[in-house]
């Protein structure tokens, strides 16, 4: 029984899958689509907080995958690629709903020249950070709530670091900016986020 466990053939990678999609293989496409569409779909749910937008940017990602088949490079990861279509079209759709929401987050932080030792000293001496708080259930709501709120690059940035966990090069490639502004961003946006959960808490002690 372990053995056929360790086997690949009911496990293929999503490189092989794509190639068997280029071939013909429609129900290597629909095994994409089931492997990947709960985290997409929790990503677009915090990414834009609007049901009508995440169905509608939710089935835009898939379309545009199923209709790119021929331009992707099977050598690279899918995940990444499928997220920056998704946050891409996410974004997208904001700006079609936020045209005069431009939001100046000069005087949150100033972020300046961010080494990735300073960012990962920043997150290690809060007490609460957007991971912890998430993981309790009494409290996601009003989470959800403070990143609903956030400037839409500071909320892309944090959603990709801290529920997406994707590294520095993987969201600087999907929000197609160098990884020094992914740095001083998600510096940013961590202070962002902290600085509206003391404020929305300050009455009830908690931190």
């Not at 005087?107 to 991971?131: C, E, F, H, Q």
């Amino acid at each position: 029984m372990t053995d056929k466990k360790n086997t690949n053939v009911k496990d293929p990678t999503d490189s092989q899958l794509l190639e068997q999609y280029k071939a013909g293989d429609e129900t290597a496409f629909r095994e994409i689509v089931e492997r990947y569409k709960n985290p997409l779909y929790a990503f677009l749910r915090r990414f834009l907080n609007r049901q009508d937008l995440v169905e509608d940017v939710f089935q835009e990602t898939f379309l545009q995958l199923y209709t790119s088949k021929d331009k992707f490079d099977t050598s690279r990861p899918l995940h990444p690629w499928l997220f920056t279509i998704a946050a891409n079209k996410a974004k997208d759709a904001l700006r079609k709903m936020q045209r005069n929401a431009s939001t100046s987050i000069g005087a949150i932080a100033d972020s300046g020249n961010v080494s990735v030792d300073d960012v990962v000293n920043l997150l290690a001496s809060y007490k609460t950070t957007p991971s912890d708080v998430a993981s309790k259930e009494e409290t996601a709501v009003q989470v959800r709530q403070i990143i609903a709120n956030m400037p839409g690059n500071l909320r892309g940035i944090l959603i990709l670091a801290y529920f997406e966990q994707f590294s520095y090069k993987q969201m600087a490639e999907i929000l197609s900016i160098p990884i020094g502004t992914v740095k001083s961003r998600l510096h940013t946006a961590v202070v962002y986020f902290t600085k509206k959960w003391k404020e929305s808490n300050r009455d009830y002690n908690i931190e």
